[in-house]
């Protein structure tokens, strides 16, 4: 029981540090203000985390999570490797939407001047470039297309959806990710895989 | 002469103002720092700004001078709309790439926490929706492309691209941008158009 409330404890603090990071910057985020929003007193904070940085260091770790979970419902063998990368993309969209940890982890190591943990936009280009090379070696890309150009520019669009979403969440909906994708899948795609890929399916787990 | 002086002095600590923003962020820089790597005291930079809001406002409002005169050189009457939009994408890129003080006044304006001016960000989008109006009004648009969608795409790519300049500066390199546009323009212009528009192509006047 006593473990029980420790675990919950240490949750509404996580939650209500990534709220008051989102709100008023890492810098600014006051320890006082964590725990009086978390409902309870700064000792109580101090007995979960040595200081800022370590909950910080947290919450980018839950980001790191929430972003493997995305890449790793998308590795279903029932979808081709196009459709696999849409889906990743809408999968992660959804847990950036609908989780303020994963959101403010997202921005925290995006900050090098903060960042503890690893770089998840240096993550998130290597698994569209990985899903691209499994795309040309399943012959699904269109003739004039370049992999390597591809990455950059929906690793370019994806990053940018993100980072308005921050102050737009109209961006970061699932139809504005489907919109560019419809827009974009005949550029990628050879034409007769077009017709494959839903540009709307996510393949995050239904909660 | 003691004007010319006085102009140099605030040109000193603007710039040096927008390195230590880049650097340490708006709210940790400190006063005595810009003052300092400007080369004069406190009292002095007092003189020019009376606080460092009011000198991230001069900051901002130099990048938003520079988001239009990226725009201005794009409105030749020698080019086609979507060779207009690559172009000023280019410039804007190109005054991003140069200026300390244009790249901490675009980072300034879109935290909405600090910002006191426009919205860049929001400034650029109309500018993109503009000129893809102009390209459907001048019929270059391939047939399934719905200029929102191209809008919403676009906007996403060069945001993304101006975020990850901010960690790797060959995101904002004329390669990475001209990518880019080889990568999209097929699918945005008409066959027939697409050998008129140079994806390299940028209306900065050569300084």
Redesign the interface.
């Known amino acids: 029981m006593k473990q029980q409330r420790a675990l919950r404890t240490r949750g509404a603090l996580i939650r209500s540090a990534a709220e008051t990071f989102e709100r008023?910057?890492y810098?600014?985020a006051k320890l006082a203000e964590i725990s009086s929003n978390a409902g309870v007193s700064v000792g109580a904070l101090h007995f979960h985390f040595t200081n800022k940085a370590a909950v910080a260091s947290t919450i980018e770790a839950s980001a790191a999570e929430a972003l493997r979970r995305a890449a790793r419902a998308a590795q279903s063998p029932h979808m081709n490797a196009l459709q696999r990368l849409t889906s990743v993309s809408h999968a992660l969209a959804e847990e950036l939407r609908g989780d303020v940890v994963a959101r403010a982890g997202f921005h925290l190591s995006?900050h090098?001047?903060h960042r503890t943990g690893p770089d998840l936009?240096q993550e998130w280009y290597t698994c569209v470039q990985q899903l691209l090379a499994e795309a040309e070696a399943e012959d699904l890309l269109a003739d004039?297309?370049?992999p390597?150009?591809?990455t950059?520019?929906i690793?370019?669009?994806?990053?940018?959806?993100e980072?308005?979403g921050d102050?737009d969440p109209r961006?970061l909906s699932s139809a504005?990710l489907t919109?560019?994708w419809?827009?974009?899948l005949?550029?990628?795609a050879k034409p007769e895989v077009l017709g494959t890929v839903d540009p709307e399916f996510s393949s995050a787990p239904t909660a």
């Open positions: 008023c910057g810098v600014q995006c090098t001047r936009r004039h297309v370049r390597e150009a591809a950059v520019s690793v370019a669009a994806t990053t940018g959806i980072v308005l102050a961006w504005a919109q560019f419809r827009f974009i005949p550029c990628l």
